[in-house]
């Protein structure tokens, strides 16, 4: 096995290499994600870290590679790039298709929301939905329509964010919850240097506390007007089948045990009593509303939906969690 995948290694390192652009052929930002585009779809990489097909891979790696922003790219997409820019971003596509490791640890960056996020191979790749349920169900138009899920943002004052990884939801929610401040636990200490980073780079360390621990334990008996949580939800068979890919990020941020869901029983086992009367718990559990219902089925768990998905985040009032 470890011969074959040797030579496999090979054969596309040979097969990536014989694709030479020579000077001038690729001209404009357009030119080379249309040559990323050719290059990752011959190359069958798996597309999973934010980006969700070839064209937004290569729009968002061409961009980086010249600090421009993704919403930025179709006001430069005719711009010349310069000779050591192509070499960068030629450079960037080898990268991606050789080594599969995902493009926002090629670059230290991923965007949620329209706001960039250090990442690095200590933490997962955030592309949690939270984030656009934020706005969508908690904030913006809904709040200004009084259909906010809590009613007034700005009421919600103490905020719980639990797996928070590179702390990327936690600096979302602040600005939902534009008055609240927020505790942020992680297991992994790599995975709270990195948030610690992001929450420095966003001027948040009066508002942002972050914590290590297993789930509640470091907050010890503290109430919250909001939990949310992307927790571990991969169970044993998406484990053993996850892409190349995805074996670049910390195991610890996917792994749910059997079912994929012993860490999200955990969280509602204890939610109840870490949530102020009127509160909510907010968890993101992938694929797995069956199981969650069948092994919950007393529980009234509101689904949210997003551009896209369907069914994987719940909304559960803190009346059904009390002990």
Not at 13 to 23: I, Q
Not at 134 to 158: I, K, Q, W, Y
Not at 233 to 250: H, I, K, N, S, T
């Amino acid at each position: 096995m470890a011969k074959s995948a040797k030579i496999s290694g090979k054969a596309e390192k040979k097969r990536v290499a014989s694709r030479v652009v020579r000077p001038g052929e690729l001209v404009t930002l357009l030119d080379f994600v249309r040559y990323a585009v050719s290059q990752f779809a011959s190359a069958d990489i798996v597309f999973a870290h934010g980006t969700t097909d070839p064209l937004a891979e290569a729009a968002f790696l061409v961009c980086a590679a010249l600090g421009l922003s993704p919403d930025q790219f179709d006001m430069f997409a005719t711009a010349r790039v310069t000779a050591q820019e192509s070499k960068t971003i030629l450079a960037l596509i080898r990268q991606r298709i050789t080594t599969r490791k995902p493009a926002a640890y090629l670059v230290n960056k991923v965007y949620m929301r329209g706001l960039p996020f250090y990442v690095d191979e200590r933490v997962i790749v955030p592309r949690s939905f939270i984030g656009e349920l934020l706005d969508s169900h908690f904030g913006g138009d809904e709040a200004e329509a009084g259909m906010s899920l809590v009613g007034d943002p700005g009421a919600v004052t103490r905020v719980l964010d639990l797996c928070t990884g590179s702390g990327c939801l936690a600096i979302l929610a602040s600005r939902t919850f534009y008055n609240a401040q927020i505790d942020a636990v992680d297991l992994s200490k790599d995975a709270l240097a990195v948030a610690a980073r992001n929450v420095a780079g966003y001027g948040l360390e009066d508002r942002i506390a972050l914590h290590r621990g297993n789930l509640f334990e470091p907050v010890g008996d503290r109430r919250y007007d909001i939990i949310i949580t992307n927790p571990p939800y991969v169970d044993a068979q998406g484990m053993a089948d996850l892409p190349r890919e995805c074996r670049f990020e910390p195991r610890l941020a996917f792994d749910g045990g059997a079912d994929g869901l012993d860490v999200v029983r955990r969280i509602l086992k204890a939610a109840g009593r870490h949530l102020t009367p009127d509160g909510g718990l907010l968890c993101e559990i992938g694929r797995g509303r069956v199981l969650v219902e069948e092994a919950f089925p007393d529980l009234p768990l509101l689904w949210l939906d997003t551009a896209d998905s369907e069914g994987e985040v719940f909304w559960l009032e803190a009346d059904a969690l009390r002990p």
